[in-house]
């Protein structure tokens, strides 16, 4: 299996920890649940794409298909569910498509919102988990855990998130040792997607140009610092973020990083915090 093997093949030593973890995840889910009982919640976005690779490799893995060459593993499955905003960038669904058919995901693309598209997808299939590529730091990951039932008020199930202890840093090592696609505008200075409204290139990567030409920016894997990886996201409007802007250096606000910390938790390696 390709990602297996590239992954094994590194000497980086911490990618191979999280690695492993996250296919100890994977395996277990898939203990637990059977393939027609679980889903990929896809957006063509960095982190579903290393879910993606990591779903593949745990899946051949589990099936104990370990000599599999690249032909073999054309089809994958996989019940996979993007939910398709027409405000969503072009790339991001030419990605998603493309990466649908090039691994024979079974795609549903749900135009509605996330817990009405989930209650009538569960309708008709009988869904039990879905794995999230959620990573602490992401807004949504406060309070979750690699198994996660969903929030109350949600139809239930249980949210599998094997990348959630994964820093910016690790997403971009194993994209690139592994090698695989992923979406065009992370070459572009991306560094999270959001949509074509609250979206832009992350200023810190861009190219300084005295001639006054189109700005450039460096690619996504070039930001040094992953705190700073939501930078080109432009906050919601609401009462707080209307008087508190994204820092220059990407963090929050004091004010809201505190009320995280009352609710989340941290966890510092090296100079980064996961
Ligand atoms: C498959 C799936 C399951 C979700 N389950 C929950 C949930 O159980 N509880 C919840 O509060 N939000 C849930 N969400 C919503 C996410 O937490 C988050 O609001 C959503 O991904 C939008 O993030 P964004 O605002 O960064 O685009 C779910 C989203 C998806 C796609
Ligand atoms: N529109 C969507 N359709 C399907 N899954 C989604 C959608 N939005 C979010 N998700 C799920 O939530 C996870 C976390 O979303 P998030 O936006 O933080 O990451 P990403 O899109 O993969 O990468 P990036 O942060 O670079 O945009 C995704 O990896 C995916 O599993």
């Known amino acids: ?42 957006n063509g976005g960095k982190d579903s794409t290393v879910l993606l690779h990591l779903l593949r490799a745990g899946y051949f893995l589990h099936k104990g298909e370990q000599s599999c060459s690249n032909g073999g593993l054309t089809s994958f499955p996989l019940r996979t569910i993007y939910f398709e905003s027409p405000s969503a960038f072009p790339e991001i669904n030419t990605f998603t ?34 794995f999230l590529g959620v990573r602490i730091g992401d807004p949504t990951a406060v309070g979750q855990e690699q198994f996660s039932p969903s929030s109350p008020g949600w139809p239930p199930f249980m949210r599998v998130n094997p990348i959630l202890d994964w820093s910016y840093r690790d997403v971009w090592a194993f994209l690139l040792t592994c090698k695989v696609q992923y979406c065009s505008l992370y070459d572009q200075g991306y560094t999270s997607i959001g949509s074509i409204h609250d979206t832009t290139p992350n200023s810190l990567l861009c190219i300084s140009d005295s001639s006054g030409h189109k700005e450039k ?15 080109g996201r432009v906050k919601k409007c609401s009462p707080i973020s209307q008087s508190s802007p994204v820092a220059e250096d990407g963090l929050d606000d004091p004010e809201s990083q505190v009320k995280r910390m009352r609710t989340g938790s941290a966890i510092a390696v090296g100079d980064e915090i996961l």
């Open 1 to 42: 299996m390709e990602v297996d093997q590239a992954i094994r093949g590194s000497d980086d030593m911490r990618l191979k920890t999280k690695y492993n973890n996250a296919i100890y995840v994977i395996q277990r889910a898939l203990a637990l649940y059977s393939i027609e009982e679980v889903a990929l919640s896809f």
């Open 97 to 130: 498509y493309d990466a649908a058919s090039r691994y024979g995901l079974q795609l549903d693309i749900i135009r509605s919102d996330f817990k009405s598209g989930l209650e009538n997808l569960f309708k008709a299939n009988p869904i039990r988990a879905i």
């Open 217 to 231: 920016f460096k690619p996504a894997y070039l930001l040094s610092d992953g705190r700073s990886e939501r930078a």
